[in-house]
């Protein structure tokens, strides 16, 4: 048997293909949507992708299950509980699927999601009757098990979801010990609160340390499970949905996206409602920009963010340094935002000694910032950070509005004062910085590597004050 963890860091995201290298017969188990590593991976052995199961119906990025049925032929699997609007094999409790000398059995393990399974991975050179290892989706993490709250599970509340997420979670305590423990996501992963950066463990291991594992009441397990999640992006339902739907594939949508536009185009777009979107690195947007767009790095949580932050209704014209067109684009295909418009041919060279069109956004020092906190002029100072991330300390005086309600929020910000906006290291201030500049902050700077810089320049921060946290 041959089974490989595919990871994608910048989604937390864990894939399987699991082959029989007898038959040359593989399936793959919770596909990213850029399929391409698993055809070359069949392809170098000489193995046919036959199957692809969907643990459940993913909110934090579309699936690749069309793109596998669309190139191989591959049959799509999903939960008993499953409904989809493509054609696909329904498995409920106890099914089991053969190919050479594996088997895989399913387990349904609801409580994420209605539908939610869980694979159980036997190589029956080995035993026909202990699994070697169970997928566990979004069911079990390690460290953490899937929260039951999210918004996608529509027509079921988390309370009824977290019922079943206990006897899921007790389920799977009962395997052996030694079964190897692969969940869909890692650390950074908003469908659970307290994820390990381990990727595999075993049954056994997660017995002893994680948390929800633990014996513990219905109630107390419920109770323990739903409360401190983190707040969920938007996007999700809007993923959550698309992985039901028989839609296009992420290539067909990519050549209709990577479109080259001039200057004229995007201006023209942009004045039509378009959302223009530079990914550049912090450094080399804040330098120079085109004014009135949303900068979101490359080099980040940018798939997150987009889904955070854009609109996946209205087109998007990206900004990058040529060459990095198409992974901006496809990264945004991951997440469902099929609505790319084209990008900006030659990047920011081809806008030329066009000032009329550019901006620069001020970058701070942490000592420079100290400095001017004792001026005739104070900037207030915004802290974009999480809630719970300001209040394990911040810095003092400083306003908490965090970056996904920076938006709905900027009313409470002066115009009349500068602003000096920080988040822990960077990535996230850059992003705020310019959502305040389209709302019509001319006296913006960025804190130049964030909290992190600060406390590192060994200035003072302050714990935080109940009754003004987030005002």
Not at 330 to 339: E, K, Q
Not at 431 to 457: C, H, P, R, Y
């Amino acid at each position: 048997m041959f089974l490989k963890q595919y990871y994608l860091g910048c989604l937390a995201h864990a894939s399987y293909m699991i082959a029989d290298e007898r038959t040359g017969v593989a399936a793959i188990v919770d596909p990213q949507r850029d399929i391409e590593q698993y055809l070359e991976d069949a392809a170098e052995k000489g193995w046919r992708i036959q199957y692809v199961f969907l643990t459940h119906f993913h909110a934090d990025f579309l699936a690749g299950h069309i793109e596998l049925r669309e190139e191989t032929g591959a049959h799509i699997y999903l939960g008993a509980r499953a409904e989809a609007e493509y054609e696909f094999n329904s498995v409920k409790d106890g099914d089991v699927v053969e190919f050479g000398d594996i088997r895989l059995k399913v387990l349904e393990t609801p409580g994420h999601t209605p539908e939610g399974i869980s694979l159980l991975v036997y190589d029956l050179v080995e035993s026909d009757s202990l699994p070697q290892a169970v997928l566990t989706g979004d069911t079990l993490f390690i460290g953490d098990v899937g929260r039951p709250d999210l918004l996608a599970s529509i027509g079921v509340t988390a309370d009824e979801l977290a019922d079943m997420l206990y006897d899921s979670v007790n389920r799977l305590k009962e395997l052996p010990d030694s079964t190897l423990v692969y969940p869909a996501h890692g650390a950074g992963s908003m469908c659970g609160k307290s994820l390990s950066k381990d990727t595999v463990s075993t049954i056994g291991e997660q017995k002893k340390f994680n948390y929800a594992l633990q014996p513990m009441s219905r109630e107390e397990f419920k109770a323990i499970v739903t409360e401190d999640q983190p707040e969920a992006p938007d996007y999700f339902v809007h993923d959550a949905i698309l992985n039901r739907k028989d839609r296009a594939s992420l290539e067909k949508t990519m050549t209709a996206s990577l479109k080259p536009l001039s200057v004229e185009d995007v201006l023209r777009l942009q004045n039509r409602g378009a959302q223009v979107v530079d990914v550049r690195d912090a450094i080399d947007y804040e330098g120079a920009h085109l004014r009135n767009v949303t900068h979101i790095a490359l080099d980040g949580k940018y798939a997150t963010w987009c889904g955070t932050i854009l609109n996946h209704d209205q087109p998007i014209v990206v900004i990058a340094d040529p060459g990095n067109e198409e992974e901006a684009v496809m990264r945004l295909g991951r997440i469902g935002f099929d609505n790319v418009a084209g990008y900006l041919d030659g990047g920011m060279a081809s806008v030329g000694d066009r000032e009329d069109l550019i901006t620069k956004t001020e970058r701070v020092t942490a000592p420079a910032l100290a400095d001017l906190r004792n001026g005739a002029r104070p900037p207030i100072i915004v802290d974009v950070r999480a809630e719970k991330e300001w209040e394990t300390g911040h810095i003092d005086g400083s306003v908490n509005v965090p970056l996904n309600h920076l938006r709905e929020r900027v009313d409470q910000l002066s115009k009349d004062q500068p602003l000096a906006v920080h988040c822990q290291g960077g990535y996230r201030s850059a992003i705020a910085v310019s959502l305040l500049e389209q709302a019509g902050f001319n006296n913006v700077m960025d804190l130049v590597g964030g909290f992190k810089a600060w406390q590192a320049t060994g200035l003072e921060t302050s714990a935080p004050v109940a009754e003004t946290s987030a005002s």
